[in-house]
């Protein structure tokens, strides 16, 4: 805008400057003319008074020529200017400045020519005898003396340059002074008409920068002041919808963000229009990477790629599952929607991908689990049903087989109601339907407590029982839960360890992540200890090493399965390391104070 008010004062100063230039050269030509004009005439009444007051002789006298040039020199210094004197046949007998046999015939000068009747003949030319310009008058004069021929007057124009060099300078003088008031005039009009066209630029600049707060400035009532108000009613208007535009985008993006789903969009032409954060991780790319490029760049996925090569080609809904390895095994759900606008016109194609790998998993584990269930449940409902309906068919007589089948039936039941107990137990516990009760928990007297109901069966087996607790070790948790953790994880060590071996229980402190503390408890023992290959599978439910050990020994197979939720819900961890022949440690990692109580306590 700058560049723009300059431009306009420098055309309005040349337009100003233009003019007075026109308008000096008008006028010196018109000084010129008119100073010349009245020499003319000055020049031509000397001649007609030399026509009435000269003394002419014959201009064929033997003395004429040097009569007329001796008058002529006569003359000249009387009225200041060379007079020459010429025959009608443009013979010179007579000048004031140079001798007639020196000068050429003027019958073709041009002030001669003009010179006819009673006209004043006139030109202006260059003199080559004193090299300036001439003003040359000539006249025909027929005087009563004999003479027939020109009296012709001529003057030096350096007088008139000299005099017009003047003007110009007085002329030059007050142009000057009139352009820079012009100049000045100029510079203010043109400040006051593109300062408020620069205020609105720079506004209508941070708007176009989304600068939409910007306004312009401005009480003027004339055609400027009605386009910087259209310009504030146009950013309000943008600043309203683009908020609106703003929080629909930032609703959709959040939306897109947070959906468990992936979503992939690709256009009609086949090019990747839209992918979210979830779908990045599905199939592990970044967005800047592929938007707005060929779908074919997702060759690395290559079940995706055939599902959308599908899709595209066939325009309509399709569903299907597959299974990707990058790198785990996962199984994926791909849903492919066509998009059409209200004209039937193709958009897209859209696609979900969703990750059912957990729900396939939980839907095989639920199917084993039933399985499990009625496998485990069958066992003992066998055994009574086929003890008590040989009792009921009266084929045991004798007392003592009779007492028999009646414990062997007594003893499953038992197994049967620790089996549905354990597997309402464990469904509370998955479900999170297990209230926990926290409370500050003494170490030492938990484990006396359960090595006190532990001993008749470590006593039985001649087990050594040991523990390593430090006095007045407390931590914050369920007590009934711990206890009901550490009591399957003992009761399996005595029941997995032959006679005469070792339980131990070992408890310390340790650092855990960002420096906090944690307490470390370690059940071992000296058993048959667990193969490597059952490691991974020993918290599941069910899941039994010596299938015949453990069903001889009573247990249901859901203890460590308990054990492991139980410890989650007080947000610790447990793991397990064995040797077989030489025994299995299970170490557990709790925290010193549970995080709901501690958020708890900091809201307070």
């Known amino acids: 805008m700058r560049t723009y008010r300059s431009r306009l004062i420098i055309i309005l100063m040349s337009l100003v400057g233009i003019s007075m230039l026109a308008a000096g050269l008008t006028m010196a030509q018109v000084f010129k003319s008119s100073h010349i004009r009245a020499l003319e005439e000055n020049m031509a009444r000397e001649i007609n008074l030399l026509e009435i007051t000269f003394p002419f002789i014959p201009s064929d006298d033997t003395r004429a020529e040097s009569y007329y040039t001796g008058k002529a020199k006569e003359l000249d210094d009387l009225i200041d200017s060379r007079i020459t004197f010429i025959n009608l046949d443009g013979t010179v007998i007579g000048d004031s400045e140079m001798l007639p046999v020196d000068m ?35 006249r025909h004069v027929r005087s009563s003396g004999g003479f027939d021929g020109y ?37 203010r009009v043109a400040s006051g008409l593109t300062r408020p066209l620069e205020h609105i630029t720079r506004v209508a600049n941070r708007i176009s920068r989304l600068d939409y707060d910007a306004r312009v400035n401005l009480n003027r009532r004339d055609e400027i002041g009605q386009l910087g108000q259209a310009i504030n009613g146009m950013a309000d208007s943008l600043q309203q919808q683009l908020k609106v535009i703003h929080d629909n985008e930032d609703l959709m993006q959040s939306v897109l963000a947070n959906m468990t789903g992936g979503i992939v969009m690709v256009d009609c032409y086949g090019n990747i229009a839209l992918i979210n954060r979830e779908a990045e991780s599905i199939l592990h790319l970044r967005k800047e990477h592929i938007l707005g490029k060929p779908y074919e760049n997702l060759k690395r996925n290559y079940e995706f790629v055939k599902f959308v090569e599908e ?25 492919g929607v066509p998009m059409f606008e209200d004209d039937e016109s193709y958009r897209g194609m859209l696609f979900l991908l969703q990750d059912v790998t957990d729900i396939r998993r939980l839907e095989g584990m639920r199917s084993e689990f039933v399985a499990n269930v009625s496998h485990e449940l069958k066992t ?67 484990f006396g407590s359960i090595f006190e109901m532990m001993q008749p069966a470590a006593s039985k087996k001649s087990i050594t029982v040991v523990q390593d607790v430090p006095d007045h070790l407390f931590i914050e948790g369920d007590e009934d839960r711990l206890k ?21 229980v070992d408890v310390d402190v340790i650092e855990g992540e960002g420096a906090e503390e944690k307490v470390r408890i370690a059940v071992s023992d000296t058993g048959i200890g667990i193969p490597k290959k059952d490691l991974p599978r020993i918290f599941e439910r069910f899941y039994r090493v010596d299938k015949a050990r453990s069903r001889s020994s009573g247990g249901t197979g859901l203890g460590l399965s308990i054990v492991k939720h139980l410890t989650e819900l007080h947000h610790g961890t447990i793991r397990v390391e064995s040797k077989v022949g030489e025994g299995s440690s299970f170490i557990l990692e709790l925290p010193f104070m549970q995080e709901d109580e501690a958020e708890d306590r900091a809201d307070r």
């Open 104 to 138: 050429d015939n003027h019958i073709k000068r041009k002030e001669i020519e003009s010179a006819s009747g009673e006209n004043v003949g006139s030109a202006i030319r260059h003199s080559e005898s004193i090299n300036e310009d001439m003003l040359y008058v000539a």
């Open 151 to 187: 009296i012709r007057l001529s003057m030096s124009l350096a007088a008139v340059d000299k005099d017009l060099n003047k003007g110009w300078v007085l002329m030059g003088g007050g142009l000057l002074l009139l352009f820079l008031a012009a100049a000045l005039v100029s510079y």
């Open 311 to 335: 899709g595209i080609s066939r325009k309509e809904f399709l569903r299907t599952e597959r299974t990707i390895y990058a790198p785990e095994e996962r199984i994926i759900q791909f849903d």
């Open 380 to 446: 003992p409902i066998a055994a009574v049903k086929g003890f008590a309906e040989t009792l009921l068919a009266g084929g045991v007589t004798d007392e003592e087989t009779r007492r028999s089948f009646l414990q062997i039936i007594h003893d499953e039941g038992e197994r049967l109601n620790r089996l549905i107990g354990d597997i309402l137990e464990l469904s509370k516990i998955e479900s999170k339907r297990v209230p926990l009760e926290y409370a500050p928990v003494q170490l030492k007297e938990l």
């Open 484 to 504: 009901q953790i550490f009591m399957n994880l003992l009761s399996n060590a005595i029941n997995y360890t032959q006679e005469g071996g070792r339980v131990r």
